[in-house]
């Protein structure tokens, strides 16, 4: 496996990853259109490839929290991997390659909407316990969904509020699919 960032010809394997991992446009629009965000940069995007065909993407874009603009917060979203080449660690070694860059260019917090039982082995905890609020209420039965990862040792505590996205994402209906 090969993972390396997208450049702008990479849009039809970004488009044919997100249809064929989650079997619908809408996250392959949503992707499409942050990607042209500028409200989202410094954005990171990431490719997968299994002998040279793309199988994985992650993206990771800017957010900010509210009254604290030094902080540097990313949004992880989309994962996705082809469903074929799920379970080999793909996923995975997205999010530890996205993590790495990101605390190079000086990201404290990556926030993300996934699943529970999912993110935390990566570092991830609930968010709201922790005082971070999401660019729009989620239903109580999916709280714990919204998660964070601290990438200072000394922000945890010490940094809290509601948490927004770029242009893209900050829309109740994008938050609510």
């Excluded at 249809?19 to 954005?43: G, K």
């Excluded at 990862?149 to 927004?164: E, N, P, T």
Aim: glycine fraction near 8%; aromatic fraction near 8%; proline fraction near 7%.
């Amino acid at each position: 496996m090969n993972i390396r960032e997208t450049i702008p010809a990479d849009i039809k394997d970004i488009l044919h990853v997100e249809r064929e991992a989650f079997q619908r446009d809408s996250e392959a629009n949503i992707t499409r259109d942050m990607l042209s965000d500028l409200s989202a940069e410094p954005c990171v995007s990431l490719l997968a490839f299994v002998e040279n065909q793309p199988v994985g993407l992650i993206l990771f874009t800017r957010g900010y929290i509210e009254g604290n603009p030094r902080i540097g917060v990313s949004f992880l979203a989309p994962l996705a991997v082809i469903p074929k080449f799920q379970k080999r660690g793909i996923g995975g070694a997205l999010i530890k390659e996205g993590i790495k860059r990101l605390s190079k260019i000086g990201v404290d917090l990556i926030f993300v909407i996934g699943h529970p039982e999912y993110y935390p082995r990566f570092g991830f905890t609930p968010a709201l316990k922790l005082g971070f609020q999401p660019t729009y209420p989620l239903p109580h039965e999916v709280a714990d969904a919204w998660m964070v990862l601290a990438l200072r040792s000394d922000i945890i505590g010490v940094i809290s509020g509601k948490v927004i996205c770029c242009d893209v994402m900050n829309k109740p209906e994008v938050w609510h699919q």
